[in-house]
C-alpha cells in the first residue's frame, strides 16, 4: 500500500515493505518550506509475494495479520494527501473565540469546562473534503497544535459554519454562521483567503430550565491558504493533520516510529470443531522521513501467546 513516484527509480522492496519510490517528499525532522517538486503523481505499488513473510518466532498468520492492518493504518495516514484525493493547503492562520461564555472551569476541579482560546498569526496546513453538497476545511496550527473547522453547503451559498478553537487531541464544540466572509471552497480553489470571519451563534446554557440564558458565542479568523502539490508536502504537515486519530510517531534517525497495537482474529482447531479467538500484538510503524512513500511494520510480537 505504498506508492511510486513518477520520475524516480524505484528502490528494492524488503519483506515487509509494500512499496518504495524516490521524489514523493519528506524532510529530515528540521521544518522545510514546501519548495520540493512543483507537481508529481503517484501509482500505488504492488505488494511483494513477501510482504506478510513471518519474522521471528511470531506466527505467520499474525504476521500476515498484523502487516495488513499496519499497512491499512499507513495508507489511511499517507494516501490520501499523498494521492491527491484530500486537496492540502499550506500557509497562515490567526483566530480567537469566546468559548468561555459557555461555561468556565469551576474552581472545584470538576468538569474543564471551556476556556477563550487563540491562534496567534502562524504556519498552518488545512485538509478540504468535499462529499456530495459538504465541503469541510479543517486548518490546523502547526505551532499551536489547535484547529478550526469550516464547513459549508451548496445549498446554503455563501454561508460558513465555523467552529471553537480546539485542541487536536478534541472533537465536536459549537460552531456560529458568518455570511459572505469566507470564500467558497466546494471546487477545491487554487488559494483561500479569508480575513475579518467572524461565526457567530446565540446558545441557550438554560435550555432545559424555564428561563433562557442567551449568550453570544464568536469564533474570529484569518488565513491565507495556497494548494500544495502532494510532492510538497512533509511529515510534519500530514501528522498534524492526522492528529486526531492518537498515532504519535517519533524521530528516529531517518524514520518515523510509531509504536502500534492491534488484535488478530485466529482460528484453531478443538474436538468441538474451529475456535476462533482474539490474539492482541503490538508492532512498529515506520515511515522514511526523506520519502514519505517508503514505509512499512515490524517487530511484531504476540501480548498473549496463541488463543486462550
Known sequence: MSFRCFGGEALAAS??????ATGCGGSDGTPSAHAMSSSCSFVR????????????????????????????????FLGPYLRGDVPVYVGTLTAHDNQGVLGPPPTDG?????????????????????????????VHSLSQHKYLLLEQEKTSPGVTSIGIILGDALGGGNS?????????????????????????????????GSTNDNVTLRTYAAANLTLAPPCTLTFEDLA???????????????????????????RESSPYGWTYCDV?????????????????VRNVELTESGCF
Open 15 to 20: 519483506a515487509i515493505l509494500v512499496g518504495v
Open 240 to 266: 498534524e493533520l492526522n492528529a486526531t486519530g492518537g498515532l504519535t510517531f517519533a524521530l528516529a534517525g531517518t524514520e518515523w516510529v510509531a509504536a502500534w497495537s492491534g488484535v488478530s482474529l485466529q
Open 110 to 138: 470538576g468538569a474543564p469546562g471551556y476556556e477563550n482560546q487563540s491562534i496567534p498569526e502562524g504556519a498552518a496546513v488545512a485538509a478540504l473534503v468535499v462529499a456530495g453538497d459538504a465541503a469541510t476545511l479543517t
Open 176 to 208: 456560529g454562521l458568518c455570511h459572505a466572509c469566507v470564500p467558497s471552497f466546494q471546487a477545491a480553489p487554487t488559494t483561500i483567503d479569508f480575513s475579518g470571519a467572524n461565526g457567530t451563534s446565540v446558545v441557550n446554557l438554560n435550555r432545559f
Open 45 to 76: 505499488a504492488p505488494a511483494p509475494e513477501d510482504a506478510a513473510a513471518p519474522i521471528g518466532p511470531v506466527d505467520a498468520s499474525v504476521q500476515a495479520n498484523a502487516t495488513t492492518q499496519g499497512l491499512a493504518v499507513l495508507e489511511g
Open 280 to 296: 492482541p500484538f503490538t508492532a512498529e510503524l515506520y515511515v522514511n522521513a526523506k520519502n514519505l512513500a517508503e514505509y512499512g
